[in-house]
């Protein structure tokens, strides 16, 4: 059964540096989300992207983070500037059609931010 | 805006209880209505759903009923197992542009064998 993978399953780095978290979508689906859950936390929506561009975004999602698919099967979320606070969980998930309403998560990467 | 409220854990029940995870939500239209796993170190799974009033979803023994005049979307299974401890989430989202997950807090369910 096709699933969306993720990668890395855990990232390390250090307060201040970029991160690229990396995510292949099921091969025909075309919208793409990404979530975070902070330990213990809910699971908060972060963004969608459909068509090659954002198509909502939380409050989260501020100018310290990107999202892009740079080629076929990629989807990517980059931050920037990593903070402390954004140590979670980040999940990607994606769906076929806008008419469906199940979208299927990846396992998640878990950044951890010193 | 769109939220989804469902009771707080940690649940502790012994092996072969009757379980019942309560969830309510709010929102406009019509949104679908999910439970997701997430069992101990991994990602979510959707376990079942429902897209319209009246819909009982159902997977693994467990069954939940779309009741739009509670706004109420409970899960229950039967007998549960060891095998059964996770967390629990439940969760709305729409089929249109504004097609977000939109999930609950957890209900963290530990089995006893």
């Known amino acids: 059964e096709p699933e969306v993978t993720q990668t890395p399953s855990h990232q390390v780095t250090q307060m201040g540096q970029e991160v690229i978290l990396r995510c292949v979508p099921i091969s025909n689906h075309l919208y793409f989300y990404w979530y975070r859950q902070i330990l213990g936390q809910k699971v908060e929506f972060l963004v969608s992207f459909y068509n090659n561009e954002i198509s909502e975004k939380s409050e989260i999602f501020d100018d310290q983070f990107s999202v892009e698919r740079p080629d076929g099967s990629n989807f990517t979320l980059k931050i920037r500037s990593t903070k402390l606070e954004d140590s979670a969980m980040y999940f990607c998930?994606?769906?076929?059609?806008?008419?469906?309403?199940?979208?299927?998560f990846g396992p998640g990467t878990r950044l951890t931010v010193l | 805006g769109d939220s989804v409220t469902q009771m707080e854990g940690p649940v502790t029940l012994s092996e072969e209880a009757f379980l019942t995870i309560n969830c309510t939500y709010t929102a406009t239209g019509y949104p679908s209505l999910f439970w997701y796993v997430q069992y101990p170190g991994e990602g979510l799974q959707l376990l079942l759903k429902?897209?319209?009033?009246?819909d009982k979803g159902s997977n693994k023994g467990f069954e939940a009923t779309y009741r739009k005049e509670t706004t109420s979307f409970h899960l229950e299974k039967g007998s549960v197992q060891v095998s059964d401890s996770a967390v629990y989430f439940c969760?709305?989202?729409?089929?249109?542009?504004?097609?977000?997950?939109?999930f609950g807090k957890g209900t963290r369910l530990h089995i006893l064998p």
């Open positions: 969760a709305l989202s729409k089929t249109n542009r504004d097609d977000k997950i939109i």
């Open positions: 429902a897209t319209k009033a009246d």
């Open positions: 998930a994606s769906k076929s059609t806008g008419n469906t309403d199940t979208q299927y």
